[in-house]
């Protein structure tokens, strides 16, 4: 059974990047390609004016971009060796042939850098499918600390959303309060809202890198839709997980609590991620990376180390609610808290540790 498990999930992973292979080969604005199937708007922060979006009269703010409506294969860029302010926030469905991507333009060295400035996220995707986000520096450090993110990606009422790729990305001081959870601060989180079930399909974060993040670095979902026997839930069986879902070869550190965290999903798979130092800023339970509440879970050739402290502090967790979770090939060292924590709301059975 674990076999086929993983074999669905490699299928999975596979047709996802298929899908979104066209946009790649784009090579970028003005690439072979390049908004073939849609229209690139482009945003430049340092420019005087309102502007239209186009390459000749640019947005002037992340304001003006966020009252767009994206469709198939529309391109928004932001003009690299300029910092924006506020919330880039967006909305639209792309097609697995022609998703929206949302990155950078220009000849500068430096990246295009949204700032967050205390914003509850520097960059908002509501409601989207089908959609990359890639190529951005995101930070969101200004103003006292309270709960932020950088990158919220967000459905609320939407029903099942597929085709989200979250790449190439540098997020770093995500400045928050000590809170993690549904309201908790996070580099990136995959949040679920609202008063009907909804949930994320072919999920692809990879090659991001994160450093000094608060509270959180990954967490993979939080729903309101998560209710079930396994976790202790007493009320209505609402757990609608994400699928399709796979983080692979990200770059962590010096994150303030948890590192990453698969949260409500099915057969989700995180390997070849890099965790250099978590837990170093909160005062409460953390992990390097861990699993809640999520059926089939395939963790493996992970490598976490600079754990501080024994409150949980391990390098990886099976926590409350799991269903058939695999940990195998994951290296741990110099962490407080040691390797393995088993903390389940449940009575334990059937447990293998080699």
């Known amino acids: 059974m674990r076999i086929t498990r993983r074999a669905s999930a490699a299928l999975a992973v596979g047709a996802l990047l298929a899908a979104t292979a066209p946009a790649a080969l784009g090579a970028g604005p003005g690439g072979p390609g390049a908004g073939a199937a849609g229209t690139t708007y482009r945003i430049d922060c340092s420019a005087e004016g309102t502007g239209d979006g186009s390459a000749e009269s640019p947005f002037t703010s ?40 949302i990155g950078d333009y220009g000849e500068a060295e430096e990246r295009a850098h949204v700032e967050g400035d205390a914003a509850d996220a520097a960059v908002h995707l509501l409601n989207m499918e089908h ?11 200004t103003g006292e600390r309270s709960t932020r993110r950088g990158v919220l990606v967000q459905l609320e009422d939407f029903g099942q959303g597929t085709g989200y790729e979250l790449r190439d990305l540098d997020i770093h001081d995500v400045f928050a309060a000590d809170t ?4 908790g601060s996070q580099g990136i989180a995959f949040r679920v809202t609202g008063t009907e079930p909804s949930t994320f399909d072919d999920v692809h974060v990879h090659d991001n890198s994160l450093v000094r993040v608060d509270r959180q670095a990954i967490n993979i979902m939080l729903s309101d839709f ?11 069986n609402t757990w609608t997980p994400a699928t399709n879902v796979l983080v692979e070869d990200n770059h962590l550190e010096d994150i303030g609590g948890d590192g990453i965290v698969l949260n409500t999903t099915l057969d ?52 409350g609610g799991n269903i058939d979770n695999t940990f195998q090939y994951n290296l741990s060292h110099d962490n407080d808290g040691g390797f393995f924590l088993l903390c389940t709301a449940l009575a334990l059975a059937g447990i293998a540790v080699g």
């Open 226 to 236: 998560s209710c079930r026997p396994e976790v202790g839930c007493e009320g209505e």
């Open 180 to 183: 993690k959870g549904p309201e």
């Open 62 to 101: 992340l304001e003006q971009a966020s009252a767009l409506e994206l469709g198939p294969g529309d391109q928004l860029l932001l003009k690299r060796g300029v910092t924006c302010e506020g919330t880039l926030e967006a909305t639209g469905r792309g097609t697995a042939e022609a998703p929206i991507t």
């Open 268 to 319: 989700a798979v995180a390997q070849g991620n890099v965790i250099r130092g978590f837990n170093t800023r909160s005062t409460e339970y953390n992990a390097g990376l861990w699993t809640f509440n999520t059926t089939g879970s395939l963790v493996q050739h992970n490598d976490t180390s600079g754990g501080v402290g024994t409150k949980d502090g391990m390098a990886y967790d099976i926590d």
């Open 131 to 141: 959609v990359i986000l890639e190529d951005l520096e995101i930070t969101n450090s």
